[in-house]
């Protein structure tokens, strides 16, 4: 430990605040690159130093430019009773088009508030958020109404939510084509209904209604009608909450194949880490932020030509330069309150308050 190090509060930790005492290292600059003052005798910053700074910032992209779903600082503050629940805290997610991605998180986290935002159902208190080039903060309800028609499809956990159960599957298929009301003719409607269901293997429900069906084969029906609109977006926000762990593991099956075969950017909240472990990205929502990521990656060993699944984990750094660490590893070190910072050639280190003994 030096005296370089810069204590912050332990769980969000900002390098950026470090970077400012601990000015060496080729990093230095990547973390926070005007926070370090001139070496004594070095020139001061020109105008036109300032100048090239500020054009560079300029054409900076802007945040979530290659996204298909952006989350912004989002935040979502509910008021029951004078009593406010801050239930999204300043939320930073991005999506890209063709991704699969697990929402995982305790009760009580957010994912929920932030589904039904996503879907349309429920806006922001601030921050941005946008899909697909829709701003849901700003669409008025015209554009509202076709955003949750044409550009995001939704399945619910509950089963009896996602299907009326006085038609068939075929007809539950077919209704949301039908209530766009314009493009496809009815023979290719049928078309459609017929290719969905087979798609997801329930083509011999066709003509039964849901209370003839199973669980599963409800969810799956459920996963073509969310698809009858070939939305850009599927969300899911438990759909194997109801059902038992080889069901669920074919309803997940089914989401993988919309998002192979047909292209569909598809977002699963849920709590069944098999399911979140058959992923290529979880994501973690802790305290309505998003916390961790896990990303796995299918490596070739180079002597034996073996494939296998390689999974890592990372802690998320949101746009104001905060890090959530993880509670077991702040546990472990009995890290509360502050830390101690040390910014180094290629990493920070972060150390248990020294004073605090
Ligand atoms: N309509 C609402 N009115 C008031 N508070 C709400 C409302 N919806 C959610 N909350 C609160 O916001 C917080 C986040 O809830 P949310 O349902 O998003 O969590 P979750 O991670 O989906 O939980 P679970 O896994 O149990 O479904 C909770 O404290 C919840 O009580």
């Known amino acids: 430990m030096t005296e370089s190090r810069t204590g912050t509060p332990a769980g969000s930790a900002s390098p950026a605040g470090s970077a400012t005492r601990s000015a060496r290292g080729p990093s230095e600059t990547a973390v926070s690159p005007t926070a370090a003052p001139p070496p004594s005798g070095a020139a001061a910053t020109t105008l036109g130093e300032l100048e090239a700074r500020a054009a560079g910032r300029r054409d900076r992209p802007r945040y979530g430019h290659d996204a298909l779903i952006t989350c912004d600082r989002l935040v979502r503050i509910f008021s029951t009773d004078g009593v406010e629940v801050q239930a999204l805290q300043g939320l930073d997610l991005l999506v890209r088009e063709g991704e699969l991605t697990a929402l995982v998180g305790a009760s009580g986290s957010g994912k929920s508030t ?28 015209k554009d509202r109404l076709r955003y949750r028609r044409d550009i995001v499809g939704f399945v619910w956990q509950q089963t009896a939510r996602n299907l009326l159960p006085y038609l068939t599957a075929a007809q539950n298929v077919a209704l949301p084509m039908q209530l766009r009301g314009r493009g496809a003719r009815k023979a290719a409607r049928a078309e459609r209904v017929t290719g969905l269901l087979s798609l997801l293997g329930v083509a011999d429900c066709r003509d039964r209604r849901p209370r003839e069906m199973s669980g599963g084969q409800q969810q799956r029906t459920a996963i073509a009608v969310a698809l009858a609109n070939d939305p850009k977006v599927l969300l899911a926000d438990e759909p194997t909450g109801e059902l038992d762990s080889r069901t669920a593991e074919q309803i997940f099956a089914a989401f993988r194949t ?95 308050d020294d004073t605090a003994s």
Do not use: K
């Open 114 to 141: 932030l589904m039904n935002i996503l879907a349309g159902l429920d806006e922001p208190t601030a921050g941005a958020a946008e899909v697909a080039g829709f701003d849901l903060l700003a669409m008025g309800a």
């Open 258 to 352: 919309a998002n192979e075969r047909l292209g569909t950017t598809v977002v699963i909240v849920t709590h069944d880490q098999a399911v979140a472990s058959e992923v290529r990205r979880t994501v973690a929502i802790r305290d309505g932020r998003t916390s961790t990521e896990i990303l796995r990656r299918t490596e070739v060993d180079a002597a034996t030509g073996q494939e296998s699944v390689v999974a890592r984990e990372y802690a998320m750094l949101d746009r104001a330069g905060r890090l959530q660490l993880p509670a077991d590893h702040t546990e472990a070190l009995g890290m509360r309150d502050r830390v101690v910072l040390e910014l180094e050639a290629d990493h920070i280190g972060i150390w248990p």
